[in-house]
């Protein structure tokens, strides 16, 4: 049974570039949650997501971040017009429904560094 | 406030000495959950423990335990006989609310830095 997949592993890009970052969750996983972690931090929540559905996106930036996690397919956290300040590692977690205390399983993390 | 502190950022260890990383939470919830996470240098989360506000036990799993003081909200968890692979980075988080009723993000402290000397 495959983890919680999340690529790529490290992304590289230029100020005003997107980055888009994707995790697939682990199988029979229908809630997917975004953390990023700045070097020297802690994890940080932004966004926590069921198929088709932001649930609470309280931690997510007002600008430039966008998430989805659609019908088919993986989660996609979405950073348009990246700036310095954005370079992070940004872990995807997922969880099951029924669970008695609903672990979250992380993912590898992306490790995007902006030039 | 802080809804989760760690005050050790650093700690030194003799290998198989036991060792206890801090761990106090702030919350108004009567349930709660509260974790704890390794992250070796590789930089990948590994849970290693789990406690819910109304279990009455301590939480045990191999060589990791969590002293759970309810009323003095404090959570740390002690490592048993440690090994140099103990060496990483430690976060205790928390999950407000009861799980499947919407509240399932976890707030993270800022860490304690472990290392194991040989």
């Known amino acids: 049974n495959a983890g919680v997949m999340q690529n790529p592993r490290h992304l590289v890009r230029r100020r005003g570039q997107e980055a888009r970052l994707r995790c697939s969750p682990m199988?029979?996983?229908?809630?997917v949650y975004w953390y990023r972690q700045l070097p020297e931090e802690g994890l940080k929540f932004m966004v926590y997501?069921?198929?088709?559905?932001?649930?609470?996106e309280s931690g997510m930036p007002k600008e430039r971040f966008s998430a989805e996690f659609p019908k088919e397919g993986p989660s996609i956290l979405r950073i348009q017009q990246v700036v310095r300040g954005d370079s992070a590692a940004y872990f995807c977690?997922?969880?099951?429904?029924?669970?008695?205390?609903?672990?979250?399983?992380f993912g590898p993390g992306t490790r995007l560094t902006v030039l | 406030a802080q809804k989760i502190t760690q005050t050790q950022p650093g700690m030194f260890v003799q290998e198989k000495e036991a060792v206890t990383l801090d761990c106090t939470y702030d919350?108004?919830?009567?349930?709660?959950?509260l974790f704890w996470y390794k992250q070796p240098s590789s930089g990948e989360m590994i849970f290693l423990i789990y406690q819910g506000s109304y279990d009455e036990q301590n939480a045990t799993e191999g060589r990791y335990s969590l002293n759970f003081q309810k009323a003095r909200k404090s959570a740390n968890l002690v490592i048993s006989a440690s090994q140099l692979g103990d060496s990483a980075m430690y976060f205790c988080?928390?999950?407000?609310?009861?799980?499947?009723?919407?509240?399932?993000?976890?707030?993270f402290g800022t860490g304690t830095r472990l290392t194991i000397i040989p």
């Open positions: 988080a928390m999950r407000e609310g009861l799980s499947n009723f919407g509240n399932e993000k976890l707030t």
């Open positions: 977690a997922s969880s099951a429904t029924g669970d008695s205390y609903n672990e979250q399983f």
């Open positions: 997501l069921q198929k088709e559905n932001i649930i609470d």
């Open positions: 199988k029979g996983h229908s809630h």
């Open positions: 919350t108004s919830d009567q349930s709660y959950g």
